[in-house]
């Protein structure tokens, strides 16, 4: 046997000093407890006595609330022990306190690895600043949404909280139906009360008493009308609301309106005047459709786009119609981009089933693929049906096709159910033909929140855009104090606000439109559609700021500014 050789190999090597070092280590350990003791005479040394381990006893758990020192317990209340200080942790974790005492002096105690560092760094590191800004505003925006209900809150009494006079009552009758600014008046009365029911009335064609015609909830109502077998009754009010319609449309038409609402039971139509928003025509807003009332626009000539879409699918020309004629499906302009779809939907100069056939497909296959592929593409048109990307918006000499369409639209007259030959309800803040006055219906009531007593009024039905501007001009002229309003929108509405901030953008970037210089007019052209001039300024405005829509507003009356 050979004698072993005196060299290491590196395993070896590593092995002795692994060795060595662990030595080193417990003795370093070992004579731990001699330091402590020196260096703390309070401190307990620790017990090295493994006796009791040998003789079976116990060990007793360290964690144990009899194994405290009750006459040491640490007073939390005392101020040395504050819970925003470092001694505290320490004094708790029964750990020695001298390194948050006495820092040394060359090390910058910014640094150290305190435990209250330690967070601040951890917090700045991982915390988001979720404090935001509220921005001020001079005047409040136009929201083109009907609202269905308005509550207004204010530490401070309303001054219309009682009972209307007579005059009080006349004066804003003669106010509203005359279009008057009540507050240059002298012979009307100019109280706050007669001011504020002049902001609570609108017309309405047609009113039947026993049914609720804003908003139209079919769901909620299980009753039938009595109208649907009464041929006479369906025809008279269908004939009294073509001649309210044809009214209120030629008022627009003639700058003396400045809007009006067309409420039915599958959409809602407002039909804006040309100056309005700054458009240079009149325009008009349907929402929300579905691909059958689209496929009728396009049947009966009806232009439109559809603002709230992607850029590159907002419009179908006629031309695009034509492209598509022959297939048995609405459009597939919304599926593929441009390219494919004069691939797909239209086909190249030659016929593509002459093409399929001479690849050796049968005619049978071919029909397959054509409705298969039909069925994709008004599969994708009918995507956005009653969502807020459906809206169709219509302008200029094709508001007059849209207005033909509606008077003839079978699906704006419900046949049966609660609605049954009520044709759609319309909502103007003029006088037209056949429209009946009506008022909001007003609450007064008193919160408490906070301990603090808070005066609300709640006005319900159909809030008009000029309804909220005029109650607010009231309201700070009125009011001595802040206060606040919160809405309830008619929610298929909502669209009207986003796609007239998307078409107001639309015209400010078109500077170079022949039509731009006539904006300076639109004030003056417009100057007898019933709205007071202050308020006119904002609705002609072309600033798309000017428009947004609106969940709740806060006056604050220090400024005299606006936040939402």
């Given at each position: 046997?050979?004698?072993?050789?005196?060299?290491?190999?590196?395993?070896?090597?590593?092995?002795?000093?692994?060795?060595?070092k662990?030595?080193?280590?417990?003795?370093?350990?070992?004579?731990q407890?001699?330091t402590s003791?020196?260096?703390?005479?309070?401190?307990?040394?620790?017990?090295?006595?493994?006796?009791?381990i040998?003789?079976?006893?116990?060990?007793?758990?360290?964690?144990?609330?009899?194994?405290?020192?009750?006459?040491?317990k640490?007073?939390?209340?005392?101020?040395?022990f504050?819970?925003?200080?470092?001694?505290?942790?320490?004094?708790?974790?029964?750990l020695?306190?001298?390194?948050?005492?006495?820092?040394?002096?060359?090390?910058d105690?910014?640094k150290?690895?305190?435990?209250?560092?330690?967070?601040?760094?951890?917090?700045?590191d991982?915390?988001?600043?979720?404090?935001?800004?509220?921005?001020?505003?001079?005047?409040?925006?136009?929201?083109?949404?009907?609202?269905t209900?308005?509550r207004?809150?204010?530490?401070?009494?309303?001054?219309?909280t009682?009972?209307?006079?007579?005059?009080?009552?006349?004066?804003g009758?003669?106010?509203?139906?005359?279009?008057?600014?009540?507050?240059?008046?002298?012979?009307?009365?100019?109280?706050?009360?007669?001011?504020?029911?002049?902001?609570?009335l609108?017309?309405?064609?047609?009113?039947?008493?026993?049914?609720?015609?804003?908003?139209?909830?079919?769901?909620?109502?299980a009753a039938?009308?009595?109208?649907?077998?009464?041929?006479?009754?369906?025809?008279?009010?269908?004939?009294?609301?073509t001649?309210?319609?044809?009214s209120?449309?030629?008022?627009?038409?003639?700058?003396?309106c400045?809007?009006?609402?067309?409420?039915?039971?599958?959409?809602?139509c407002v039909?804006?005047?040309?100056?309005?928003?700054?458009?240079?025509?009149?325009?008009?807003?349907?929402?929300?459709?579905?691909?059958?009332?689209?496929?009728?626009?396009?049947?009966?000539?009806?232009e439109?786009?559809?603002?709230?879409?992607?850029?590159?699918?907002?419009?179908?020309?006629?031309?695009?119609?034509?492209r598509?004629?022959?297939?048995?499906?609405?459009?597939?302009?919304?599926t593929m981009?441009?390219?494919?779809?004069?691939k797909?939907?239209?086909?190249?100069?030659e016929?593509?089933?002459?093409?399929?056939?001479?690849?050796g497909?049968?005619?049978?296959?071919?029909?397959?693929?054509n409705?298969?592929?039909?069925?994709?593409c008004?599969s994708a048109e009918?995507s956005?049906?009653?969502?807020?990307?459906?809206?169709?918006?219509v302008?200029?000499?094709?508001?007059q096709?849209?207005?033909?369409?509606?008077?003839?639209?079978?699906?704006?007259?419900?046949?049966?159910?609660?609605?049954?030959?009520?044709?759609?309800?319309?909502?103007?803040p003029?006088?037209?033909?056949?429209?009946?006055?009506?008022?909001?219906?007003?609450?007064?009531?008193?919160?408490?929140?906070?301990?603090k007593?808070?005066?609300?009024?709640?006005l319900?039905?159909?809030?008009?855009?000029?309804?909220?501007?005029?109650?607010?001009?009231?309201?700070?002229t009125?009011?001595?104090?802040?206060?606040?309003?919160?809405?309830?929108h008619h929610?298929?509405?909502l669209?009207?606000?986003?796609a007239?901030?998307?078409?107001?953008?639309?015209e400010?970037s078109?500077?170079?439109?022949p039509?731009?210089?006539?904006?300076?007019?639109?004030?003056?052209?417009?100057?007898?559609?019933?709205?007071?001039?202050?308020?006119?300024?904002?609705?002609?405005?072309?600033?798309?700021n000017?428009?947004?829509?609106?969940?709740?507003?806060?006056?604050?009356?220090?400024?005299?500014t606006?936040?939402?």
């Open positions: 046997m050979d004698p072993p050789s005196p060299w290491k190999t590196p395993n070896q090597v590593m092995q002795l000093h692994k060795l060595k662990r030595k080193k280590a417990l003795q370093d350990r070992m004579k407890p001699s003791i020196a260096e703390e005479p309070n401190k307990q040394p620790i017990n090295l006595d493994f006796s009791r040998l003789n079976g006893d116990k060990r007793k758990n360290p964690f144990s609330k009899n194994s405290l020192d009750q006459n040491k640490i007073k939390l209340g005392d101020p040395q504050d819970e925003s200080n470092d001694k505290t942790l320490f004094a708790l974790l029964k020695p306190s001298n390194i948050v005492e006495k820092p040394p002096q060359d090390v105690s910014e150290l690895s305190t435990f209250s560092n330690l967070l601040q760094k951890f917090t700045a991982h915390t988001v600043e979720t404090h935001v800004v509220e921005k001020k505003y001079k005047h409040l925006t136009i929201d083109w949404a009907l609202k209900k308005l207004l809150m204010s530490a401070k009494p309303f001054p219309w009682s009972k209307l006079k007579a005059s009080e009552e006349a004066s009758i003669t106010g509203f139906v005359r279009c008057l600014d009540t507050t240059l008046s002298s012979t009307l009365d100019t109280s706050p009360r007669a001011r504020f029911h002049q902001t609570c609108y017309w309405q064609h047609p009113h039947l008493p026993w049914i609720s015609l804003f908003p139209r909830s079919t769901g909620k109502v039938t009308n009595f109208m649907a077998t009464n041929e006479e009754a369906k025809q008279a009010l269908f004939t009294e609301w001649e309210s319609f044809r209120l449309f030629q008022l627009v038409r003639a700058l003396h400045p809007y009006f609402y067309v409420c039915a039971n599958a959409f809602t039909f804006r005047a040309a100056g309005v928003c700054g458009a240079a025509e009149p325009c008009a807003l349907i929402a929300p459709t579905t691909r059958g009332l689209r496929h009728a626009l396009r049947q009966e000539d009806v439109f786009t559809m603002p709230l879409r992607p850029d590159n699918k907002r419009k179908l020309n006629n031309s695009e119609e034509e598509i004629k022959n297939t048995s499906f609405d459009s597939c302009y919304d981009d441009d390219a494919n779809n004069e797909n939907c239209s086909g190249d100069e016929d593509p089933d002459e093409f399929l056939s001479q690849m497909l049968e005619t049978e296959e071919i029909k397959k693929i409705n298969a592929q039909a069925r994709a008004a009918s956005v049906d009653s969502a807020a990307e459906s809206l169709v918006c302008r200029g000499a094709d508001a096709a849209l207005f033909n369409f509606l008077l003839n639209c079978k699906s704006a007259v419900s046949p049966a159910g609660p609605f049954a030959g009520v044709p759609p309800t319309l909502l103007a003029t006088a037209f033909h056949g429209g009946t006055l009506q008022s909001l219906k007003v609450r007064e009531n008193v919160i408490y929140s906070d301990n007593k808070y005066y609300s009024i709640e319900r039905g159909p809030i008009l855009p000029t309804t909220v501007h005029s109650l607010f001009n009231l309201l700070k009125s009011t001595s104090g802040e206060f606040s309003a919160t809405f309830a929610k298929p509405t669209a009207f606000s986003w007239a901030k998307k078409m107001a953008e639309d400010a078109n500077e170079n439109d039509n731009h210089f006539t904006k300076a007019f639109n004030k003056e052209n417009l100057s007898d559609c019933g709205i007071h001039e202050d308020m006119l300024q904002l609705f002609c405005s072309s600033d798309p000017s428009v947004k829509s609106l969940d709740s507003v806060k006056y604050n009356s220090e400024d005299d606006f936040t939402w």
